[in-house]
């Protein structure tokens, strides 16, 4: 099942499939986050500065209801999208705010986040008014970076 759901989310992410497997704010036509600055096996220093991407779709801050918008979550250190720990599929609800899952309901487009030397993963979920994802939801790969 966990495999499944990735696949839904890599297809998401490709604008190639328009499969109902989220929210229901509508996500823009193609829509994609990605990592700007950051590249998958990258090895950097802390603290790290972390440039959000996005293409179809606008920022707008947390609670902005306008169509074709939403604000970026970082997923750092957590299993890839897809299904929550209680196995419900995440792209129904609401994001959490942990450690784990990093809210920019003001509309920024970057961080610099301290992270201790060692691996760490990363993925980028764009959140609509409510910190639901999109349907499809917009989220990008998942990218290791090493921190010396
Ligand atoms: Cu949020």
Redesign the pocket.
């Given at each position: 099942m966990k495999k499944f759901i990735a696949g839904v989310a890599t297809v998401a992410l490709l604008g190639i499939g328009q499969i109902a497997y989220a929210g229901e704010t509508p996500a823009g036509e193609g829509a994609a986050v990605y990592f700007a600055n950051l590249e998958d096996g990258a090895t950097v220093s802390s603290p790290v500065k972390v440039v959000f991407g996005l293409s179809g779709m606008g920022v707008a801050p947390?609670g902005t209801e306008k169509e074709n918008t939403g604000?970026h979550?970082l997923f750092v250190n957590r299993a890839p999208f897809g299904e929550g720990e209680d196995g419900a599929d995440e792209a129904d609800y609401n994001?959490p705010?942990d450690e784990n899952h990093i809210?920019?309901?003001g509309g920024q487009t970057e961080i610099s986040v301290d992270l201790p030397p060692g691996s760490h993963t990363l993925q980028l979920v764009l959140?609509d008014k409510d910190?639901i994802p999109h349907d499809p939801p917009i989220v990008s790969e998942v990218i290791t970076i090493t921190v010396q």
């Open positions: 947390a604000h979550h994001i705010a809210h920019f309901g959140g910190h």
